[in-house]
């Protein structure tokens, strides 16, 4: 089943793809006096049987069908309440790491990079180097933690489509080459310095509008097998990753075990696993296609999962005034 969050006539509502021209919305019809729609999170949360059932009974009510073309495309699961990233979980990476974990590594993007299938990767020209990053995401369907990797898979509620925006020019920016202070195991009172590399994602991975999801949400049931789905990206019509999931370092249900161990897992959470970035036949990569000065649109293609595709704006203006006034030095009184 390919779930849909969208807006209609102003309102926002959830609906099932029911051909590749029309939606049918799930619940109350929006000409209802004092109803809200159902939301995403309410299929989730309800699970798919749930969502077939509401589905069966939009059909028998005589829902009408919307026509594509008249919705506006939000991201699946729009407000969810944690998006988590698997860095360098490709095989096509392992080359390029000097060292590295025994074991997933994670970032977090809030909520708020969020947007959906058709809207604009909205680009300033202080970001630096923009680049897209296809990948395979896995939407939460229950409350997880500490699972077996052997029942890690049961709290999957369904797949979407992930485009990871990174500003390359950023994490630079924000790179911190530093002392960093570790207390001695055998002796508490002393520490140790040691020389890191450091660089925080808030700015590079969570910017507005760096966040691509969609175009749809496709329920666990019908994806057999996540860890072997091809992924395509394109930009401006030119591929530049042609890839599949099946080279992930680690496995979904080993992310979700791992993850589990240290956070919990809520309905609706979002995992992105990891960026298939494998160079295309034509052996352009993702980090050629700097979208400063590549126009898009970009897309994003994954067996079973469709297309999301993703216009590009930039916006060529400077960073705005948000340092005060300097101050004078005052006295220090003894």
């Known amino acids: 089943m390919q779930l849909v969050s969208f807006v209609h006539k102003g309102i926002n509502r959830v609906g099932v793809r029911c051909s590749a021209t029309e939606v049918i919305a799930i619940g109350e019809s929006s000409d209802a006096v004092n109803v809200t729609p159902p939301a995403m999170m309410d299929l989730i949360l309800d699970g798919t049987d749930a969502a077939v059932r509401a589905l069966d009974d939009a059909k028998n009510s005589a829902a009408q069908s919307i026509a594509i ?86 709290g999957v509620f369904g797949y979407t489509i992930f485009n990871d925006i990174t500003s390359n020019g950023m994490r630079a920016e924000d790179l911190f080459h530093y002392w960093a202070l570790y207390s001695d195991d055998s002796d508490p009172e002393k520490l140790h310095r040691r020389e890191q590399h450091l660089s925080y994602a808030a700015r590079y991975k969570g910017t507005d509008t760096f966040g691509c999801m969609g175009p749809w949400l496709v329920t666990a049931d019908d994806v057999p097998d996540p860890n072997n789905l091809n992924v395509q990206c394109s930009v401006g019509g030119e591929v530049i990753a042609k890839d599949s999931t099946r080279y992930y370092n680690y496995k979904i249900a080993e992310i979700i075990s791992y993850l589990s161990q240290f956070q919990t897992l809520m309905p609706g959470d979002i995992i992105s696993c990891g960026t298939a970035f494998k160079a295309s036949p034509s052996g352009k990569t993702i980090h050629q296609a700097n979208l400063q000065k590549i126009a898009g649109p970009v897309s994003v293609s994954i067996d079973g999962l469709g297309t999301l595709i993703n216009t590009v704006l930039v916006d060529d203006k400077p960073i705005g005034q948000w340092r005060l006034p300097a101050q004078p030095e005052l006295n220090q009184v003894s």
Not at 72 to 92: D, E, H, Q, R, T
Not at 114 to 137: C, D, F, M, N, T
């Open 69 to 154: 073309d008249d919705i506006s495309w939000l991201p699946p699961v729009p407000m969810p309440g944690k998006i988590v990233g698997v860095a360098m979980n490709n095989s096509a990476s392992n080359e390029r790491k000097i060292s590295a974990p025994d074991h997933p590594a994670f970032f977090l993007k809030p909520s708020s990079c969020l947007i959906g299938h058709k809207a604009a990767i909205q680009i300033r020209s202080y970001y630096g180097s923009v680049h897209p990053e296809p990948e395979l995401a896995v939407v939460i369907g229950s409350t997880i933690r500490d699972v077996d990797v052997d029942d890690a898979m049961d």
